[in-house]
């Protein structure tokens, strides 16, 4: 039989894109699964694969040509080969032989997240061999499963916000309906294209991908062995980027199937009608903010006497009154003991709260008590490599370099910062000593972003920390509601934070929460790491009407001299 090679999938609303690289020509055979060619446009890369088992009778395209959606580049003369029927086969017969390769590298990368596929293209600007092996698909959680899905339904729910509010603005909006299934299909696209785009830097960054669990199987070098594939990747050095998973509580009852993890609740094809989320950490109090908005009651279980533990009271305080204003409930200093699969469908979350014991009814409850470093991914003592202190993650130097010199480690499973900035940062340093440079790790100006609404950025160091480190400091904060952009975007809620050390008057710490605060926490970070003293940052211009004029404010109101408050 004749098959058409038809230009059937793009990347998003693309209508047309480029022929990249084309791995078989006319007269060639091909299998199921081989790439006949790449298609590439801003977004991304795509294979091309063949379905078929057969022959290329005819393609009429170069590399570089545009196609557009629909158009016809081809035949193939073949079978169609029955996917599952081959796979049972070669299963019961053991018919179908993994392909052998064998990968001889400068570094072999375990893990594909935005520590890892970062890592690859570093080494490979610097002249490295690089194989990168990931089990899953590329980008790891930050992509998949965290930073990038969570914030494309948080832009979903910012429109819902928009359009609630609409009157405000002058505009009455009588009826609208919400879709879950087309917000999560929407998160997909966003997150199909950028893993789309990492795939395609390591093609044009000529880094080996191997697909599979990767295994050490000797002092240097690892195996891959999958139905596909039996590789073995001899390396260098390695880097163990083997990232995070989501953590149950040890607690009666958080095995019920039922239960949410951070992964599962990104595919919810249905907003729940309530929501108990246990943990009032970061993760939690994003998706307590999301699914509230979107109508679920929503409650917040948060053992430590406070939510978001690790800032300062009155940026927690912001949050606490957004919350409130919401209709979200948080408790805190309150243990989730037990939970109970009731029978009328709802789950039970048993609280304990001092001696006193209470019951709470939700149709879901999202677990999102911190994350477990994937330490048990490789047999890490068979190379040498030793765990921290605490056993909760991988040991490293400030180079990133593990108990073994020639294996470094980076991102989640260190246990440092689970953060994804902090992840690719390490990356790039430990590839610069891979490659004979002195690269060096330095944890005390990394930023957070944290998409509440009110949105926060903070970095460096925070009031409290510094009160209790004994340092006498100086602090310049002004509000939103004094800024016009804020206003003018109806936003006034949240405040900039300075805070600087008193005699010296530099920078060393710094919090926006409100409007764009996850982005103008940019500046801050450059001003503290950069050990400005507030007269030099007070000189800057910040242009007019924006958000960021509230950071000029803030500094000059750590001297007292705010300009448009006080
Ligand atoms: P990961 O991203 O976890 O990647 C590790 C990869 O290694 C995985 O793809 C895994 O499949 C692969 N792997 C593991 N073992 C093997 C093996 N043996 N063989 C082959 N492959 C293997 N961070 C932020 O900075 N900003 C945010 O807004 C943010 N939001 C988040 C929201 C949520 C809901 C979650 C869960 C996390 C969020 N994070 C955020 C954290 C961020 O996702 C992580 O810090 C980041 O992904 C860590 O990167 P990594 O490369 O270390 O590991």
Redesign the pocket.
């Known amino acids: 039989m004749k098959f058409d090679i038809a230009i059937n999938k793009l990347n998003g609303h693309d209508q047309e894109g480029k022929v990249g690289k084309i791995n078989k020509r006319q007269g060639d055979s091909v299998k199921p699964g081989d790439t006949i060619f790449t298609l590439e446009s801003g977004k991304g890369s795509i294979k091309y694969e063949s379905e078929y088992d057969g022959k290329i009778v005819s393609l009429s395209i170069d590399e570089g040509q545009t196609v557009k959606k629909g158009q016809i580049v081809g035949s193939i003369e073949g079978e169609i080969v029955q996917k599952k029927a081959a796979e049972k086969q070669s299963y019961s017969f053991g018919m179908a032989k993994a392909k052998k390769e064998i990968h001889d590298v400068d570094v072999a990368i ?9 890592a690859a293209v570093r080494g490979a600007q610097l002249g490295l061999k690089v194989a990168i ?19 494309a339904i948080a832009s979903s729910v910012d429109v819902l916000r928009k359009i609630k509010d609409s009157s405000a603005y002058g505009i009455e909006i009588d009826s609208y309906t919400l879709s879950m299934s087309e917000i999560i299909k929407r998160k997909n696209t966003v997150v199909d294209t950028l893993v789309g785009g990492i795939e395609h830097l390591m093609d044009s960054n000529e880094i080996i991908k ?1 697909e ?4 050490i199987a000797g002092e240097k070098s690892l195996s ?1 062995k999958t139905k596909k594939i039996d590789a073995t990747i001899n390396y260098k050095n390695l880097i163990i ?6 953590f149950m509580l040890p607690i009666e009852g958080s095995d019920i199937p039922e239960i949410l993890t ?2 599962t609740i ?1 595919d919810i094809e249905e907003v729940p009608e309530s929501l108990t989320i246990i943990g009032g950490g ?2 939690g109090m ?2 307590a903010f999301i699914f509230r908005e979107l109508g679920a009651e929503v409650n917040v279980v948060e053992f430590a006497p406070e939510i978001l533990v690790l800032l300062d009271q009155d940026v927690v305080d912001v949050i606490k009154v957004a919350a409130d204003e919401k209709g979200i409930k948080v408790m805190t200093g309150a243990a989730a003991s037990r939970l109970i699969n009731s029978e009328n469908g709802q789950i039970i979350t048993v609280i304990k709260k001092g001696e006193e014991e209470q019951y709470l009814a939700s149709t879901h409850v999202l677990m ?1 008590v911190g ?1 477990k470093a ?1 330490i048990d ?2 047999e890490l003592e068979k190379i040498g490599v030793e765990l921290n202190g605490r056993k909760n993650g991988i040991e490293i130097n400030d180079k990133c370099q593990t108990t073994n010199p020639d294996v470094y480690a ?5 246990n440092k ?8 940062h ?2 790039m340093v430990a590839m610069e000593n891979i490659a004979g440079l002195d690269a060096h790790m330095q944890y005390e100006v990394i930023p ?4 509440t609404h009110p949105e926060i950025g903070n970095v460096g160091m925070t009031e409290k920390e510094a009160i209790e480190k004994g340092i006498a400091i100086k602090v310049g904060k002004f509000p939103l509601m004094a800024n016009g952009k804020a206003l003018c975007m109806g936003e006034p809620e949240g405040f900039v934070k300075i805070i600087a050390e008193e005699d010296s008057e530099q920078i060393i710490g710094g919090v926006v929460i409100g409007i764009h605060g ?1 982005d103008m926490v940019a500046t801050l970070a450059n001003l503290i790491a950069e050990k400005r003293k507030l007269a030099e940052a007070q000189h800057v211009v910040y242009a007019h009407p924006t958000t960021a004029e509230s950071i000029h404010e803030a500094l000059l109101s750590a001297n007292g001299k705010a300009i448009h408050f006080g």
């Open positions: 375990v893990g594909g997240g935005p520590g890892g596929y970062v092996i990931e089990k899953d698909r590329m980008g790891g959680t930050c992509l998949n499963r965290g930073c990038i899905p969570t914030k191997v599979g669990n990767a295994q891959v980027a083997t990232g995070s998973s989501t951070s992964d990104l970061v993760i994003e998706f999102a994350r994937n991914s490789l980076i991102g989640d499973v260190t910062i689970q953060l994804a900035h902090v992840a690719s390490q990356g957070s972003a944290i998409f996850t």
